[in-house]
């Protein structure tokens, strides 16, 4: 169904970091190109990209993570997508999607697909990418987008239907362009665990815009056009693009400003951005986008968590609450991120049908600020006495190197209370994506990028029964919450709907919310459809970048 991004668009203006920084390349080490401008630049030329980001697998079913799904969207298909500048889901290698029934969702393929290694891409292939998903159910994986779908079936080559647990889901067709999503080839991928990266190399289970002629993980990814992609995105308008992968953002900026790269995505410190502003040779361009940073609370392990030395429900939600009192946001958004996030009070950011802010009621002084004195009340009025010490931990490359100044400022509020101790460590995210699920940290950072452009993105897989956070956490009258409003028709009461849970949320505190932010484009005009890389879909489309 449409969204409504016009709040959205309204709230990026002045939010985000969600960086693409583009300068043009001369000569052979920037692949060449034309000089004359925006527009007038050679189509077809090689693109070179950088970014900090981290694959973690290329596996649809063993990763959630935006640089894994970045690669992802470059080389599969997918039965519906957006197209750049729309939000809405319309058929990729389908030829239609609707609900036959409403609890049957029927697609249609366009006959005579093809794999890059030359075998048929067809239904089979549809339900053996969803079977192995709900199979698979890897705790890193995105599996829990599809906790409403019962079952597939694949009636003919080119005929697939979707069997649903509850009728009327207004989100399924957002489900089918998400990270849960990916077609992949059945004769490669194994259908019951995750398959390593160079088996699907090797296998070419390719059908994307784009394949991949070079693979050295994390290190340098070569990317060819694929000119049987017959998908809504089209033909990508480079025939070659180079994915490089860096350690931190001081070498991400600085092969930006030598024309090293044409591209830098992700991600670029709020003083990256602040310098880069003042570059003659690039331009600042803000799009839409929907990410969020919280803290994740383990209910096991946190303090007076049910599997520590001392459980204590009503201690665990008091340190939970306490914490809400005392830190603040503002500070965080402008003195770590000079005002490139904005304080987020809630679970679903602004801009979204049904986004509120109860934490800012709730919590603090009522006004969005901390109270300290609130805090300390809290804490006593649940029996808990002397500072509580929290193991907090948080990631130093996945979200940009300035999270360690957002959690050392998060430290220093905390403990200037006398309320707390914090023990601060990171550890980075290719062991830090495996071990935050296998409760080894009581308290952890996350950053959200929507999978589609809906609310609910924000909440069922975060707050369901079997979340991918892993935190142990579960609410029946919010699970009920979740289930009615996926299934509602009517606009006005699902997004009342939207609003209880996010209330009810608020009382619980399984995360934290801490900021929004969005995505900003640094560009020079030699590179060509950098701004429909900043859509409403969130998502970075290589295929529409030229030169």
Request: proline share 5%.
């Amino acid at each position: 169904m449409a969204k409504n991004m016009f709040g959205l668009r309204s709230v990026i203006a002045v939010a985000g970091i969600s960086v693409l920084a583009l300068t043009a390349c001369t000569g052979p080490a920037g692949g060449g190109g034309s000089t004359n401008g925006a527009g007038a630049g050679t189509t077809g030329g090689p693109i070179i990209v950088g970014t900090t980001d981290k694959v973690t697998f290329l596996d649809p079913a063993g990763s959630y993570d935006n640089g894994s799904f970045m690669v992802m969207n470059q080389i599969y298909p997918f039965l519906l997508n957006s197209a750049p500048g729309s939000a809405d889901p319309k058929p990729d290698i389908a030829v239609s999607a609707s609900f036959t029934s409403p609890t049957e969702y029927t697609v249609k393929l366009k006959p005579g697909l093809k794999w890059a290694n030359g075998s048929a891409l067809d239904s089979k292939d549809v339900k053996f990418s969803f079977d192995r998903m709900l199979k698979i159910n890897d705790q890193n994986g995105p599996a829990s987008l599809l906790g409403n779908l019962e079952s597939v079936s694949a009636p003919d080559a080119t005929t697939v239907v979707f069997k649903l647990k509850l009728g009327n889901d207004q989100t399924f067709p957002q489900v089918l362009t998400s990270p849960a999503a990916p077609i992949v080839d059945d004769t490669v991928f194994s259908p019951t665990k995750v398959t390593d990266d160079d088996t699907i190399i090797k296998g070419k289970s390719f059908a994307g815009q784009f394949t991949i002629d070079t693979y050295k993980k994390n290190e340098l990814i070569a990317f060819k056009k694929n000119p049987d992609y017959q998908g809504l995105l089209g033909p990508a308008k480079s025939d070659a693009v180079t994915m490089k992968y860096y350690a931190d953002s001081t070498n991400l900026k600085l092969d930006v400003q030598k024309g090293n790269i044409d591209v830098a995505w992700r991600s670029l410190t709020a003083t990256d951005i602040d310098s880069l502003k003042a570059d003659k040779n690039v331009r600042v361009d803000i799009g839409p986008g929907g990410e969020i940073r919280y803290i994740v609370f383990n209910f096991d392990t946190m303090p007076f968590g049910a599997k520590s030395a001392t459980p204590d429900a009503a201690k665990a939600l008091a340190v939970r609450q306490a914490m809400a009192d005392s830190i603040d946001r503002a500070a965080i958004a402008n003195q770590v991120y000079k005002g490139t996030y904005l304080p987020l009070y809630s679970y679903v950011p602004a801009g979204f049908t049904g986004a509120a802010e109860p934490l800012k009621a709730d919590y603090g002084d009522g006004n969005g600020a901390p109270d300290v004195a609130k805090a300390k009340k809290t804490l006593a009025d649940a029996g808990v006495t002397g500072p509580v010490t929290l193991d907090l931990q948080y990631n130093p490359d996945h979200y940009g190197s300035s999270s360690g100044d957002e959690y050392a400022a998060i430290k220093s509020q905390l403990e200037a209370t006398g309320l707390f101790k914090v023990n601060l460590q990171s550890t980075e995210w290719v062991s830090y994506s495996k071990q935050r699920t296998a409760d080894a940290y009581p308290l952890y950072q996350l950053g959200w990028f929507p999978d589609y452009s809906d609310a609910d993105n924000y909440l069922t897989p975060f707050f369901s029964k079997d979340n991918f956070l892993k935190n142990h956490y579960s609410n029946d009258a919010i699970q009920k919450l979740i289930s009615e409003q996926l299934v509602t028709n009517d606009k006005a009461k699902r997004t009342k709907l939207i609003e209880d849970i996010q209330a009810a949320e608020a009382k619980d505190l399984s995360t934290l919310p801490l900021l929004q932010g969005a995505q900003v484009a640094v560009s020079n005009a030699k590179v060509n459809g950098t701004k429909d890389t900043l859509d409403a879909s969130f998502k970075f489309r290589l295929g529409v970048l030229s030169k």
